[in-house]
């Protein structure tokens, strides 16, 4: 690839700020993630920028690139650059602490609100749950339990965008693998926490979620799981 | 932001479904009509004829009048909620009119048009 060059186009500062130009080496199999890095080791140490494992598990890189929320240590330059350039931004509707890193407390302060962690009755005494991973309520819970909270799926929501108190897709998701986890017994608070405006009946279904998730789960799908348990809910008279 | 309760919540995004649903069957047959009735030209005497004094129509109508009045605020409501900065409560009270303004329009149309074919 020789003396190739990338023209790296960077936001610094907070909400406020503006880009900062910068040339990077093409390397082969480069990432984002790499040119990012080389930057901020070789080119401008006061860079700021998150990372953790580099391999895809940590969800610690997210960012925008060329407009579009991604894992930045899992995309290839050669699969997203235009033209030889790439405009990196912090993710979208989320606070900007400093240049490619956001505030994401309010991301996971949502996820608490859709009572996103598990409660259980036993104790250690007791003997293991048997659960079947053939059965089909485990099968709908396995299917979002790889979230990394990466935050691509709450940068791209437009809800999100709208309304700043909507739960969002990842919070709903997590809510959604606990609802079909047999051993959980939070169901109905959690149905309660979820529904309304503001939570599962928010949802336009329109897939940004689904499209930019690196993980490739499906959140409208688990969002649309919420809306049918949470109408039955409120049809029984079991939520108000 | 919300003020309203879960349920009502619920069943207002229920009754939006529901009359989306409603909504599917009268738009077809509403658009399927404009069509054949356009063939060979367009006159107020064909409509009143077909739609004056047919008490099928005015029922078919009626259905979609009401389906409109509920379907259309309620998606109205969560326009103005996303888009705008407008307080809930008055969000609320202005798709209320809409949907008022909506239901005695149509309805009027509807019985209007069925009293022309009534002599």
Same mark, same amino acid.
């Given at each position: 690839?020789?003396?190739?060059?990338?023209?790296?186009?960077?936001?610094?500062?907070?909400?406020?700020?503006?880009?900062?130009?910068?040339?990077?080496?093409?390397?082969?199999?480069?990432?984002?993630?790499?040119?990012?890095?080389?930057?901020?080791?070789?080119?401008?140490?006061?860079?700021?920028?998150?990372?953790?494992?580099?391999?895809?598990?940590?969800?610690?890189?997210?960012?925008?690139?060329?407009?579009?929320?991604?894992?930045?240590?899992?995309?290839?330059?050669?699969?997203?650059?235009?033209?030889?350039?790439?405009?990196?931004?912090?993710?979208?509707?989320?606070?900007?602490?400093?240049?490619?890193?956001?505030?994401?407390?309010?991301?996971?302060?949502?996820?608490?609100?859709?009572?996103?962690?598990?409660?259980?009755?036993?104790?250690?005494?007791?003997?293991?749950?048997?659960?079947?991973?053939?059965?089909?309520?485990?099968?709908?819970?396995?299917?979002?339990?790889?979230?990394?909270?990466?935050?691509?799926?709450?940068?791209?929501?437009?809800?999100?965008?709208?309304?700043?108190?909507?739960?969002?897709?990842?919070?709903?998701?997590?809510?959604?693998?606990?609802?079909?986890?047999?051993?959980?017994?939070?169901?109905?608070?959690?149905?309660?926490?979820?529904?309304?405006?503001?939570?599962?009946?928010?949802?336009?279904?329109?897939?940004?979620?689904?499209?930019?998730?690196?993980?490739?789960?499906?959140?409208?799908?688990?969002?649309?799981?919420?809306?049918?348990?949470?109408?039955?809910?409120?049809?029984?008279?079991?939520?108000? | 932001?919300?003020?309203?309760?879960?349920?009502?919540?619920?069943?207002?995004?229920?009754?939006?479904?529901?009359?989306?649903?409603?909504?599917?069957?009268?738009?077809?047959?509403?658009?399927?009509?404009?069509?054949?009735?356009?063939?060979?030209?367009?006159?107020?005497?064909?409509?009143?004829?077909?739609?004056?004094?047919?008490? /099928?129509?005015? *029922? @078919?109508? %009626?259905?979609?009048? &009401?389906?409109?009045?509920?379907? $259309?605020?309620?998606?109205?409501?969560?326009?103005?909620?996303?888009?705008?900065?407008?307080?809930?409560?008055?969000?609320?009270? /202005?798709?209320? *009119? @809409?949907? %008022?303004?909506?239901? &005695?329009?149509?309805?009027?149309? $509807?019985?209007?048009?069925?009293?022309?074919?009534?002599?």
């Amino acid at each position: 690839m020789g003396a190739e060059q990338i023209n790296v186009s960077i936001w610094r500062g907070g909400e406020e700020g503006a880009y900062q130009a910068y040339q990077v080496p093409r390397l082969e199999s480069q990432t984002v993630l790499d040119v990012v890095t080389y930057i901020q080791r070789e080119l401008d140490p006061s860079l700021s920028y998150r990372f953790a494992c580099r391999v895809g598990v940590c969800g610690s890189c997210a960012m925008t690139v060329n407009g579009k929320a991604r894992w930045t240590c899992r995309t290839h330059v050669s699969r997203v650059a235009v033209n030889g350039s790439l405009t990196l931004n912090p993710l979208r509707n989320l606070p900007v602490v400093k240049d490619l890193v956001v505030d994401m407390e309010v991301f996971f302060d949502k996820w608490e609100k859709a009572l996103g962690s598990f409660v259980g009755d036993k104790t250690r005494d007791e003997a293991l749950a048997a659960v079947s991973p053939s059965e089909p309520k485990r099968k709908e819970a396995s299917a979002g339990i790889e979230c990394i909270g990466c935050g691509i799926c709450y940068a791209t929501c437009d809800v999100v965008d709208w309304n700043k108190d909507y739960l969002g897709p990842a919070a709903m998701n997590r809510s959604w693998t606990l609802i079909n986890d047999e051993r959980d017994v939070a169901r109905l608070p959690r149905l309660a926490a979820i529904s309304g405006d503001d939570g599962c009946l928010g949802c336009h279904s329109q897939q940004g979620c689904v499209e930019r998730c690196p993980k490739s789960l499906n959140p409208t799908g688990a969002i649309a799981g919420l809306k049918r348990e949470s109408m039955k809910a409120v049809l029984k008279g079991e939520i108000t | 932001m919300t003020t309203s309760s879960l349920r009502t919540e619920t069943y207002l995004w229920l009754a939006q479904r529901i009359s989306a649903m409603v909504l599917a069957v009268c738009v077809v047959v509403h658009l399927a009509t404009m069509i054949v009735a356009v063939q060979g030209g367009l006159s107020a005497e064909e409509i009143i004829a077909r739609v004056g004094g047919n008490k /099928l129509w005015l *029922v @078919f109508y %009626l259905v979609f009048v &009401v389906s409109v009045s509920v379907h $259309a605020p309620i998606g109205l409501k969560t326009i103005l909620r996303e888009m705008t900065s407008l307080p809930t409560r008055r969000i609320e009270l /202005l798709v209320t *009119v @809409f949907a %008022l303004l909506v239901l &005695v329009l149509g309805v009027r149309a $509807a019985f209007g048009l069925y009293g022309l074919g009534v002599s």
